[in-house]
T-cell receptor
Framework: GAVVSQHPSRVICKSGTSVKIECRSL??????MFWYRQFPKQSLMLMAT?????????EQGVEKDKFLINHASLTLSTLTVTSAHPEDSSFYIC??????????FGSGTRLTVV | AQKITQTQPGMFVQEKEAVTLDCTYD???????LFWYKQPSSGEMIFLIY??????QNATEGRYSLNFQKARKSANLVISASQLGDSAMYFC???????????????FGKGTKLSVKP
């Protein structure tokens, strides 16, 4: 149980375009979803916390206008990278915390901006 | 200051031998949780083991055990009988507070790349 489905797993986009990443909780309701970014050979860094029905909380240094988060339902949170640039190329991974369970992660999205 | 410190960027271990991956943490909370995750090259985060700050016994999950030394603020992962499939990045992580501080998120260390040699 407690599965988070994330897609796409891999996306290549042109510089200046936008990319949407979806994370869906399959068998539980996720009122909170955590979005992490991981650069090659580095750790996971929290970007933002999305809360169902309210505004996301962004970590210091993360541009909220660039990384749009929407958590419109209890089972879906989306991260949209707007006007992507090559420096946004990274591995993005979401995580949720089902009640009485540890943290569960999506499978991650490898974004390449060319 | 780093909350989670993993001092070993890379480790090698011979197949079938045991290996210890170090992790120290920094928190002023009395209640916190410590996690270890494995990340293979595919990128997925695989949960290995959890230790609560009030747990008196060291956590064990199959070949994984956590050497929890609260006074020293260390939570080392021990993998026994290493297998080739254990080659991956290993991350130590902490959740502060009973529900994880203000947001409940995990804080990760920089990771240790484990390579198992045949």
């Amino acid at each position: 149980g407690a599965v988070v489905s994330q897609h796409p797993s891999r996306v290549i986009c042109k510089s200046g375009t936008s990319v949407k990443i979806e994370c869906r909780s399959l068998d539980f309701q996720a009122t909170t979803m955590f979005w992490y970014r991981q650069f090659p050979k580095q750790s996971l860094m929290l970007m933002a916390t999305s809360n169902e029905g309210s505004k996301a909380t962004y970590e210091q240094g993360v541009e909220k206008d660039k990384f749009l988060i929407n958590h419109a339902s209890l089972t879906l949170s989306t991260l949209t990278v707007t006007s992507a640039h090559p420096e946004d190329s990274s591995f993005y991974i979401c995580s949720a915390r089902p009640v009485n369970y540890g943290y569960t992660f999506g499978s991650g999205t490898r974004l390449t901006v060319v | 200051a780093q909350k989670i410190t993993q001092t070993q960027p890379g480790m090698f271990v011979q197949e079938k031998e045991a290996v210890t991956l170090d992790c120290t943490y920094d928190t002023s909370d009395q209640s916190y949780g410590l996690f270890w995750y494995k990340q293979p090259s595919s990128g997925e985060m695989i949960f290995l083991i959890y230790q609560g700050s009030y747990d008196e016994q060291n956590a064990t999950e199959g070949r994984y055990s956590l050497n929890f030394q609260k006074a020293r603020k260390s939570a080392n992962l021990v993998i026994s009988a290493s297998q080739l499939g254990d080659s991956a990045m290993y991350f130590c992580a902490m959740r502060e507070g009973r529900h994880g501080g203000s947001q409940g998120n995990l804080i990760f260390g920089k990771g240790t790349k484990l390579s198992v040699k045949p």
